[in-house]
């Protein structure tokens, strides 16, 4: 890795610093881009992927919620599930609380 500090150094005795603008700009530039592409691009493809399993659940899918507790999908609301955890026990959670959906079967 090029070490900012040399890079950004004022230019030595008689020299001029014309390059030394330029090259910041690079580095700055640099920087941004691979900020861009392994921060903020996977980021983003995470939370489609989020979206998308959220949006695709469907009644009797099995769901593995945030704090653990395994159920299956009983009834969907707007921004809630009603997810039965066992045989007459049924408990309403958030869809944001839904870690994990397994297919029906």
């Known amino acids: 890795m090029i070490n900012l500090g040399i890079i950004l150094m004022a230019p030595a005795g008689g020299q001029d610093g014309g ?3 330029a090259s910041t700009l690079i580095m ?3 920087i941004i881009f691979i900020f861009y592409f392994m921060i903020y691009r996977p980021q983003r493809k ?3 992927e989020r979206e998308a399993l959220i949006t695709n659940m469907a009644k009797g899918d099995k769901v ?3 704090g653990g507790m ?3 999908i009983d009834a ?3 921004s809630a ?3 039965q955890v066992a045989e007459n026990t049924k408990i309403r959670f958030e869809k944001s609380a839904v870690n994990q959906v397994l297919p029906k079967g």
Do not use: W
């Open 28 to 30: 700055f530039g640099s």
């Open 64 to 66: 593995i919620l945030s």
């Open 70 to 72: 395994h159920g299956r």
């Open 81 to 83: 599930i009603l997810v």
């Open 76 to 78: 969907i609301e707007d």
């Open 19 to 21: 390059g030394s603008i």
């Open 46 to 48: 995470r939370a489609k």
